[in-house]
Structures are given as structure tokens and as C-alpha cells.
């Protein structure tokens, strides 16, 4: 589409219940190739875990910080003051500046010449990837009306997949013919000029433009911070989605923060097949498991919200046996037969998790809101799923040295348990009468 035309145009609030038109789904497009780099970018230090650990001498527990607690502790705490801001400024702003400052970590990591350089620049990722995801999860919604953002919501959720996938690809591949240090400057360069992609084509909509209309205006008055900070954590509802997704995400992060680590290792995979086959796997599980879930929660959640927590749970029951299979199969091709139903099934929460907050705020609360369920959700997943795999294998290592990430990863067993429990927990809440003001 034209240019000018997307960035003249003039954006008022439009009926409840309008479809989206061509140029909701170019902004979706371009917000998800965003959310690509986004993931790319932060999972591209485990792609290549096993060349940076050779180069550098590291101990798996100094991997499992640096993609781990290093980054999350910087990329949650960021995320708060980042979502206030961009509830009471230009979104996408914030988000232009976020991925370019992002990127430009990225590109340092590549020309770090010792560990504490690449964990200083593993910091910075996360400073500029606070201001990616919540800021991008409000424009959304205010480009899609409820009964399709479920939708939305699942295909920019795509991006972590397709990062991934592409991580594995064309990282792996970079790292294979020239050095993993050409991968980390590549991406960081393609990143800084989708930064400038969507300051020029992507234009700010009105919040609210799409929700029902309010008495009390909420679209358009700016959320005060520590008020909205409060009613979240005091929504049974929000407390209880933040809780069991953090819980998940220690699954998700723990097996994607090793998972090319222990196929190489453990099970004799080449940097090569990890670039074909594994990042197929990726691209495959992960990105249906994604859209599925989405269209799921559109179609069920009209018949019961409960839909919102019964989900994931059936899914992270289902992904268990699976999951132990993986570590035990003997060989690489088996092994990544197993994790197929794990990568396809362990994101079901993310898009119905998404699509909740989102529907249950309302629309000057969204993008805080957002980053305070990333926060929370991030802080426990992402810093200590790696973590927690990482020092259990240097732990084990002594006593199991050719298999000490194997018994590492059963590690991440209780916590599949523990996140169907909580799932289970939120659908007791959404049981009762909704008593917040969202959107919804």
C-alpha cells in the first residue's frame, strides 16, 4: 500500500463491531515481522550456545544467566515504566526507538571480546526490548474489534516461532560458513532498518476506537500509574493469568534456552541439521500451535470464559509424555519427533493469555497492563527457565558428564504439573461475575 496514503490517514473512532480493513492487516504485518526480529534477536545467543561456550569457556550456568536472568531482570523492570509511557504517548514511537536500540545490542554482542562485554550487551537487548511486545499488543487491539483480535492476537504471536525458526536458519547458517559473530551483526542491521519501517508506514490509532462506547471516557483519559499497578494485581482474574503463565514460560524458556545445546551435545546433531530440521520443527509446531490457539479462544470463549484457562491445560497435560520422551529418545531424528507435540502444545496459553488482558482492561490501561503480565511472566519464566536448566547440568555435570543437561531438563517436569494446576486456579475466577471495566 501507498505510503503517504498510510500515513495521512486520519484516524477517529469507528462503530464497535467494524471488520478490519487492508491496512489493519498490513500493520499486523509489520508489528509481527517486529515481534520476529524481537525473538530472533533474543534467542539467537541459545542457537549458538555451543560455538560461543567453545569460544568463550563457558560453564552451562554461565549460558543460563546470560539468557536468563541477565536479560529478563532488565527487560521486565524496563517494561513497566516503558507501558506507562506509551498509555500516554505515541505507541508507536516508543516502539520505532525500542527495536532500533534493540538491534543495535544485538549487533554488539557480536563484537563482545569477553563474557562480561556479551553480558553487558546482553543487558542492553533487554533494555530495548521492553518497549517491543506491550506497545504492540495495544495497537493491535485498537485495529481489531473483539471477535477477531483472539485471531490478531495468535498471528502477531507468530513471531516468536518464526524468529526462532529463522534464528536457527539463517543463524546457524551464518555462524557454519563464516562466524557466529557475522550472525549476531546481520540481525542486528536488518533490525535498525525495520525500526525505520515502522516510524515511516505504521500510524498511531485512537485508542479505544474500536470498543464499545464508555461513559466515563477511559479511551481518552490518561491511566494514572500506580492505580493501575494496584487494580491489576488486585484482579483475581489478572493475578492468577499472571501466575500460571510465569510458571509456564520456566518450561518454555527452559527447553527453547537449551534445547540446541542438548540436540548437539547430547544427541549428535551438526550445526548443519540444527539449520534444517530443527528450525522446520520450529517453524512448524511452534507457528500452528500458535494460531491454533488463537482461533480456538475466538471460537470458544462466546460459549464460556473459562475457555481462557481449559485451554492451556488440556494442552500442558497433553505435552508431558511427550515432553520426557524427548530427553530419552536415543537418537537425534527421534528426539525431535517427541518434541514436535511439546513445541506445538506448550504455547497454548499465549494468545489466550494475550487476548484476556486485553478484553479485561480498559483501553487506556492496556499497554501498562500488558507489560505488568510480561513482567511477571517474564521475571519468573524467562529468568529462571534457563537459569534454573543451566545450574542444575553444572551442577550434574561432575557426576553425569555426557548427560548432565538430560537429567537438567526433567527438572522442568514439576513445573508443567504446577502450570496446569494454576490454569486450572484462574478458571475457578473466571467462573464468577466479571467485575472489572474493560473492553469486554
Request: hydrophobic share 55%; with cysteine; glycine share 8%.
Amino acid at each position: 500500500m501507498h505510503a503517504e496514503s498510510m500515513t495521512n490517514q486520519s484516524w477517529q473512532t469507528d462503530a464497535p463491531g467494524a471488520r478490519p480493513d487492508a491496512r489493519a492487516w498490513f500493520v499486523l504485518g509489520v508489528l509481527c515481522f517486529v515481534y520476529v526480529i524481537n525473538f530472533l534477536d533474543r534467542q539467537l545467543l541459545t542457537i549458538l550456545a555451543k560455538p560461543i561456550q567453545d569460544e568463550f569457556g563457558l560453564t552451562d550456568g554461565q549460558l543460563g544467566l546470560l539468557g536468563g536472568l541477565y536479560f529478563a531482570l532488565f527487560y521486565c523492570v524496563l517494561a513497566i515504566p516503558v507501558g506507562w509511557l506509551a498509555d500516554r504517548g505515541n505507541r508507536v514511537k516508543i516502539l520505532s526507538l525500542a527495536c532500533a536500540l534493540w538491534s543495535a545490542a544485538t549487533a554488539a554482542c557480536g563484537v563482545a571480546s569477553s563474557y562480561p562485554q556479551l553480558a553487558i550487551a546482553r543487558m542492553a537487548v533487554g533494555v530495548g526490548e521492553a518497549g517491543g511486545v506491550p506497545p504492540s499488543y495495544a495497537i493491535i487491539t485498537d485495529y481489531f474489534p473483539p471477535g477477531i483480535r483472539g485471531r490478531a492476537l495468535a498471528l502477531f504471536n507468530l513471531g516468536p516461532p518464526i524468529g526462532q525458526a529463522l534464528g536457527v536458519a539463517f543463524g546457524a547458517s551464518i555462524a557454519a560458513a563464516y562466524s557466529w559473530r557475522s550472525a549476531f551483526v546481520a540481525v542486528g542491521v536488518v533490525g535498525i532498518a525495520t525500526a525505520a519501517i515502522v516510524l515511516l508506514f505504521v500510524r498511531e490509532p485512537a485508542r479505544g476506537r474500536l470498543d464499545a462506547p464508555r461513559p466515563d471516557s477511559a479511551a481518552q483519559t490518561k491511566a494514572p500509574f500506580w492505580p493501575t499497578c494496584r487494580r491489576f494485581f488486585a484482579d483475581p482474574v489478572l493475578l492468577r493469568l499472571s501466575i500460571a503463565t510465569g510458571v509456564t514460560q520456566i518450561v518454555t524458556y527452559g527447553t527453547l534456552g537449551f534445547a540446541v545445546l542438548f540436540l548437539m551435545r547430547e544427541k549428535g546433531m551438526t550445526l548443519q541439521e540444527v539449520a534444517l530440521y530443527y528450525a522446520l520443527l520450529i517453524a512448524v509446531a511452534v507457528t500452528s500451535g500458535m494460531y491454533l490457539s488463537g482461533r480456538l479462544i475466538d471460537r470458544l470463549v462466546p460459549r464460556s470464559r473459562t475457555a481462557y484457562a481449559s485451554l492451556p491445560a488440556v494442552a500442558l497435560t497433553l505435552a508431558i509424555p511427550f515432553f520426557i520422551g524427548f530427553l530419552w529418545a536415543d537418537r537425534w531424528p527421534l528426539a525431535l519427533a517427541f518434541l514436535a507435540l511439546p513445541l506445538f502444545l506448550n504455547f497454548f496459553y499465549l494468545s489466550p493469555a494475550v487476548a484476556l488482558v486485553q478484553e479485561h482492561v480498559a483501553p487506556n490501561e492496556r499497554v501498562l497492563s500488558g507489560a505488568l503480565l510480561l513482567l511477571v511472566m517474564n521475571l519468573v519464566g524467562l529468568g529462571l527457565g534457563p537459569t534454573i536448566v543451566g545450574k542444575v547440568s553444572e551442577w550434574l555435570k561432575p557426576t553425569h558428564p555426557d548427560h548432565s543437561l538430560q537429567l537438567a531438563f526433567h527438572s522442568l517436569v514439576p513445573f508443567y504439573v504446577l502450570a496446569v494446576l494454576c490454569f486450572m486456579w484462574l478458571a475457578r475466577a473466571l467462573r464468577q461475575p466479571a467485575k472489572h471495566g474493560g473492553a469486554s
